[in-house]
């Protein structure tokens, strides 16, 4: 089988991987401060519900906005992972 031909453009530390992969996303109600930083960062991506965010699909496509949103929070509360090999993706380390 065939990955396919590049749908979606991968996101930095997704690049060489099968473009059909997904990530998970979670963030961690307890850490976020509920600045909005991630909602504004990621339009669509995730809601504040009760003074904190919460990711409106916890299983993506590859999106560079969704990595941008985990590295934008100030206190690291976003991880993105792939779902597959639950291996990190975002935040760096
Ligand atoms: S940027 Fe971080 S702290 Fe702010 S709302 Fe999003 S997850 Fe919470």
């Not at 990711?55 to 929070?73: F, Q």
């Amino acid at each position: 089988m065939s990955g396919g031909a590049g749908r979606e453009r991968p996101a930095p530390g997704a690049e060489g991987r099968p473009d059909d992969e997904v990530w998970q996303v979670r963030v961690d109600a307890k850490a976020c401060m509920g600045t909005g930083i991630c909602a504004g960062t990621a339009p669509g991506r995730f809601e504040l519900r009760d003074g904190a965010s919460h990711p409106t699909s916890e299983s993506v496509a590859p999106a560079r906005e969704v990595v941008d949103a985990a590295e934008s929070c100030p206190v690291e509360a976003i991880l993105v992972t792939h779902r597959g090999t639950g291996a990190r993706i975002a935040p760096e380390e």
